[in-house]
């Protein structure tokens, strides 16, 4: 391009419309050497250098330079404050040094060492939200002519741009760490905890199946982690970077419900100011989780079959169809099959949504992983209250081992809680759990039985008993009673219990 064909003010007005692309660019070190190097052409120079401060250092480095000495300047530092370059970066205002010889401030060590002879510099800082992270220099024109006012300008909309690529590029890494820290939060919170013989058969299922597009029906009590098992399909999957929206249909009226799951057109109804975007538009390529499936309305249920059967469905108050691809996985506490059976759940979305079963276990029934449950619940609840040391004592345990959990998971985390909350601060306490009531109890003695035949059936029903509440554990049984393992092993033999 000729030179003389260069209006200043027409380069300015170019280069701020580039700003729009820049702020996109994610390679940072091609964006900033494209800066640099087109800076360099448009003004005619015979080296143009980025510095960028280092914090910890209190220096300038050569991030990037161009020139004949381009690879040589890139060993030498700068100390703030020092030379033209420090001298900018700490004041943080543009400066036009048209003979550096007469300069004072002239750090001419980098030139004599390169053998580069400078005779003008113009350099000017770049800022992100006002503090001053580098500078961009210009040394010398190739033509010989003086840097003018005109090049400081257009060196500061250069400058601008690369603080702008920088500033981006650093607000794009701290994003990706937040992300990450909350990816690895979520994972840790809604990891399933245990390694019994039940739960591993229920993750492994759900490990198979997660990589199809079946949908997925989980059973199971109250507060056995449902959702969590939902997560885990999703997470395992092909969708794992895809939205999972989860709703849960017990919490809203039917009305409300619909609002919730498609969404409604402005003006839909008294209230309605504006488009809302439903849970299945949102769900889009990912994974929807209805919990408490059941508790969805004749009416609601025939509207789910339809996007099931079709993919598409329409906004409240709206005629025009939208397609989506969700995954459903839908769960409930109830037996659905008798809600079926006796007409409240209807029998073809029953079974659109059970391609797949899974049954999550009950508490009650994978006692070995109570120890590696309450730990996990204590790490979270003792962080939280500032109890680094905090344990359980062995009496806690045991009293827990014993208890069958009818609230299952759900249950014994806020039983953690509360005796983080009110015990002492250096170890959970019997006292400090809530008052277990065994929903298995001795039921008594039949009139008409001899002596013998009494304490047989009571010793019988009294180490059944123990079995059930250590979930088999015979060492954990023979210390509840009071008795050697190898005691124990002998009156299990004894009286057929195996």
Known sequence: MDKKLINPATSIDRLREISAWVSSVQDLDQLLEL???????????????????????????????????????????????????????????PLLVPDVNADPRWYKEISDSIGFKTQSIACVPMKVKGETIGVVEIIDKVTGEPIQKEDLAILSVFAELAALAIGNARKIARDKREINDLKKELDIKYEIV???????????????????KASVLILGASGTGKELLARLIHREGSRQNQPMIVLNCAALPETLLEDELFGHEKGAYTGATGRKIGKFELADGGTIFLDEICEMSTGMQAKLLRILQEGVFYRVGGNKPISVDVRVISATNRNIAEEVAEGRFREDLYYRLNVVEINMPALRERKEDIPLLAQRFLD????????????????????????????????????????VVMGNGKEILSEDLPDFASNQKYKGLEVGLSLKEAVKTFKKELITLNLQHTGGNRSLAAKNLCIQRTYLSRLISKYNLT
């Open 194 to 212: 245990g390694e019994s013989n039940a739960l591993r058969k229920v993750t492994f299922d759900a490990i198979k199946v997660a990589n199809s």
């Open 35 to 93: 800066i640099i190097e087109t800076a360099t052409r448009m003004m005619d120079s015979k080296a143009c250098s980025l510095l960028l401060v280092d914090k910890k250092t209190k220096k300038l480095y050569f991030k990037v330079a161009t020139g004949e000495k381009k690879v040589d300047v890139k060993k030498f530092e700068i100390d703030m404050g020092k030379g033209i370059a420090g001298f900018v970066a700490e004041k943080g205002e």
């Open 380 to 419: 979270i609840f003792k962080r939280e209250r500032g109890f680094p040391d905090l344990t359980i004592s062995e009496k806690a345990m045991d009293d827990m081992l014993l208890y069958d959990w009818p609230g299952n998971v759900r249950e014994m985390k806020n039983a953690i809680e509360r005796a």
